[in-house]
Each structure stands twice: as C-alpha cells, then as structure tokens.
C-alpha cells in the first residue's frame, strides 16, 4: 500500500507541474499552425508571473492578477506578431528578444517597486488561488485505491489545472472543427490560396498570437499565483522551452501535447522525488543530476525518439501579398 501511496503521490505532482507546460504548449500551438513560430513563450509566461504576483500584492484580489497576467502576455505577442507579421521580421529573433528582455525587466521593476532582490511581497490567501476539493473527498479518502485516487490525484488542484486539461478537447475542436480553425492551419500551410480566397493573412496571424498571449498569461499566473506564493526571479526556469520541446514532440497535435506535457511533468516530478534518496542498485545520485535529468531527457527524446516531425510548410516565414 505504501507503494501505491508514492505512485499516487508522484502523479499528483506530475500532473501539478504539469499545467504551466500545457498552458504555453498550446499557446504556441494557434501561432505555429498560423505560421508564427514562437521561441517568446518563456518571456511571455516570465512576464505575465510578474505581473499577477505584483498585482495581486498590490490589489490583493487574485482575479485581478490574473487579468494583468493575460493582458501583458497579450501586449508581448503583439510586440512579437508586429515584429515578425507586420515588420516581416526574424520571428526567431524577435522571440529571443522578448525572453531577454523579460528576464531582465522582471528583476529591475520587481526590485524596483517592493525592494526584495526582485521578489513581489507573499500573497495572502484571498490573493492566491485555492484548490478545489471535490464532494466527499475527505469521506473517502481511507478507503483503499479508490480513496487516494479520487481525494489527492482528481481532487484537490487548482482551477486552472482543470482549466488547462478541458483547454486540450477544446483547442481540438477549435482547430478541426471551426471555421476560424480550417483557416488558421490554412494559413499556416499555404497563407496565398488563404489570401486569394479573400481573407486577411495578417488578420488571422494576429488573432492567433493574441490566443498565444491569452494562454501564456494562465501559465503564468499559475506560477505565481497557485503554485508559489507571489512572483520569484527566473521562476519559469526553462518551462516554456520544454513547452515548445513538447510542441515538437507532440507533433503539433493538442491531445499528443497534453500527453507530452505528462510525461516532461513525470520525469520533473520523479526528479524531485529521487532527490536525496538512493537509487536500487545504484546509491545515492547527485542532486544535480536529479534536477537536470528532465532537461537531459528532452533533448533525448527530441534527438532520436520522435521520428520526423513536420511543421507547418509556412512556418517561419513572412508573408508578402502577391500584386
């Protein structure tokens, strides 16, 4: 039983660290079957946990933080979609732009403004998001397999954890079977038969970049506003290039994301886990191997286990209206 305790343990952290990654992977699934490949969503998440930890320190509703988070995550992919849709710049650059300039911003104006080494002040209860225990989830909690499952592993998360696992049928429907979707992969694929049958390139790549924004703002605000307790230096640490790492892997398919997401989850969950406890047959592994295991695997797995993965034909590209 104890061992089916741990299970249940280490996929209850698996899925909680989980979100952040499904939220910003599916953010840069709408910008990269419009077209736009997106490297900014770590800046993008960075800076939206910045804004939702300081105003929910400020204003002390966690709505409010919430809202902040979205809306500077919004204003960042359209710096990102003016850049590279209307300026027809590198979208590469532009997203390298945007993660250096956020990591570096979110430390000046956090010190700045409440003069904690870039920390925003540990929000209170009413300023955080409080988990969501299901009915009778206390009731049930000693009954063997059955209890654990449904008292720690389905109930007790966060809103938008629930939030972020009915975004993946949503994002599928979205995709395959709306209007807004057909023309979205369109112009990802072949954004002229788009242009020449009278919809607007530029229009649709924006509207996918503002979904982008919307999303990496729930990732964000995840971070400081549920998971931690207000906003600390470099607290995405690499999360939103493990989301993009996901997008590769899943081959741009939201359910292969959400599953792809799993399973970088599980690998960090089950480093935090083995930290400081020996391994059988093996011993004791170093604390930085542990924490770097999940990183290692990414590369792994992207460098040999996931066959060829094919973006969309206009990735990457600028489009030029034919005269």
Known sequence: MEFFDTIVAILE???????????????????????????????????AAFAAGAVAAVTGSVLMGLLAAILISVLL?????????????????????????????TVILGEAWFRQGGRTPALDADARFQTVTFPFADAVKDVPIFGPIY???????FILTYVAFLL?????????????????????????????????VIWLRYRAVICCGILCGFAGAYLS??????????????????????LIFAKWRPVNIMMACLLFGFLDALAIRLQGNPLPFIGQVPVQLMQALPYILTVILLAGFIGKAVPPKAGGVPYVKER
Request: net charge positive.
């Open 225 to 246: 506003l549920a998971m931690s307790a207000g906003f600390v230096k470099g607290m995405t640490a690499g999360k939103g290039y493990i989301a993009l790492a996901a």
């Open 13 to 47: 952290s698996t899925i909680r660290v989980s979100v952040p990654l499904i939220f910003a992977a599916l953010a840069g699934l709408f910008t990269e079957r419009a077209g736009v490949f997106d490297i900014g969503l770590e800046g993008k998440m960075l800076g």
């Open 168 to 200: 993946v049928p949503f994002s599928w429907w979205v995709l395959y079977r709306t209007r807004f979707g057909l023309r979205l992969r369109a112009v990802g694929e072949n954004p002229g038969a788009v242009d020449t049958a009278g919809i607007s």
């Open 77 to 105: 992919s359209l710096v990102h979609g003016y850049a590279s849709i209307t300026q027809r710049g590198s979208q590469i650059v532009s997203g390298v732009a945007i993660n250096f300039i956020v990591a570096g911003s």
């Open 151 to 157: 008292s720690n592993l389905l109930s007790g998360h």
